[in-house]
């Protein structure tokens, strides 16, 4: 069974700071793997899809990268800033492109000003 | 786009009473799914439709919820009777074949 575990629970860094939150999963066999974000009170927000071939993706100051046979998974962010507070999520998609997406509980971010 | 449109965004009920949560997933989309989460359980999926036929429906807690779909441009989840322990975020999200799924805003469910 597919398990996905995010460490840590939460992290409060000041603003500027570059930082990384950790993903890892107990199956390697995935579809692919996708970082999300949470604000409070709202839905989720898809922010990087890395396919199980890859090793990373980048999108503005977000790296996420991919080591599949280790089962895990990183997003860096770079020159955090007071907006980038939010609940990170890391899920996996099964193999088989119509496999559902497996969550973990979250990191939860707070960049102080 | 309007996005994933759910309704209601709140509902307070109380116990053995029926639910009816609604979503609207977005135009075009062929999959939708239905997610609960909770502080001790996170996010789970209850349940996902790839052209309005139900896939997988393993993580649906008991028979006393259902979901259907009977169009392309309209999902429910229902609980009948409602319990405590069902008091959650239910999210909806829709996605086309396996890009990204897109969630809407949630219905935070209080049942008493």
């Known amino acids: 069974k597919q398990e996905v575990t995010q460490i840590p629970a939460a992290l409060s860094v000041p603003e500027g700071e570059n930082l990384v939150l950790n993903c890892s999963f107990t199956?390697?066999?995935?579809?692919?793997l996708q970082w999300f974000r949470q604000d409070p009170g709202k839905g989720l927000t898809s922010l990087l899809l890395?396919?199980?071939?890859?090793r990373e993706q980048t999108s503005g100051r977000l790296n996420a990268s991919l080591d599949k046979s280790s089962g895990r998974s990183t997003l860096y962010i770079a020159a955090s800033q007071p907006g980038d507070s939010a609940t990170y999520l890391c899920?996996?998609?099964?193999?088989?492109?119509?496999?559902?997406?497996?969550f973990g509980k979250g990191t939860k971010l707070s960049v102080k000003p | 786009d309007a996005g994933v449109i759910q309704s209601p965004r709140h509902e307070v009920t109380e116990m053995g009473q029926e639910v009816t949560l609604r979503c609207k997933p977005i135009s075009g989309h062929n999959s939708l799914f239905w997610y609960r989460q909770t502080m001790m359980r996170g996010l789970e999926l209850l349940i996902y439709f790839n052209n309005n036929v139900p896939i997988d429906d393993s993580g649906m807690p008991e028979d006393r919820f259902s979901a259907k779909m009977p169009n392309a441009s309209f999902s429910t989840l229902k609980i009948q009777p409602s319990e405590p322990r069902d008091s959650a975020v239910y999210f909806c999200a829709s996605s086309l074949g396996d890009s990204n799924e897109f969630f809407g805003p949630g219905t935070r469910l209080t049942v008493l």
């Open positions: 890395i396919q199980s071939s890859q």
């Open positions: 199956d390697s066999a995935i579809y692919n």
């Open positions: 899920a996996v998609r099964r193999r088989g492109s119509q496999g559902n997406l497996i």
